[in-house]
């Protein structure tokens, strides 16, 4: 069965930076597009970007474009979140997501199958 697993998430100050790393194990099939979502207490998950697994293509919420950056590396079954400039409003748990089907629009969190666990980020004004 396969997993998804997060790391990278901390405590920052604003304008700082951090990257996230979400490393999937355990499948045996092609992998459509991965992406990361946020939530906080309250409210519903939140696309923040995506990334299509053979094409590399990459999608981003308005609020995180030029700030944040997804990016995979196909060897490594690994996908990536650079985040800079952090705000506090990107204080949030940030979750992995994966889906092997077409995914449209890729921002919608149902259509994903796999979820990772998720890890804490804090931006401290």
């Known amino acids: 069965q396969g997993q998804l697993a997060e790391s990278g998430g901390g405590l920052v100050q604003a304008g700082g930076s951090l990257r996230l790393s979400c490393a999937a194990s355990g499948y045996t099939f092609s992998k459509y597009a991965m992406a990361w979502f946020r939530q906080t207490p309250g409210k519903e998950r939140e696309f923040v970007a995506a990334?299509?697994?053979?094409?590399?293509?990459?999608y981003y919420a308005d609020s995180v474009k030029g700030r944040f950056t997804i990016s995979r590396d196909s060897t490594e079954n690994k996908v990536y979140l650079q985040m800079n400039s952090l705000k506090p409003d990107d204080t949030a748990v940030y979750y992995c997501a994966e889906e092997s089907s077409f995914v449209s629009p890729i921002s919608d969190a149902p259509q994903y199958d796999y979820w990772g666990q998720g890890t804490q980020v804090t931006v401290s004004s």
């Open positions: 990334i299509t697994w053979n094409s590399g293509m990459s």
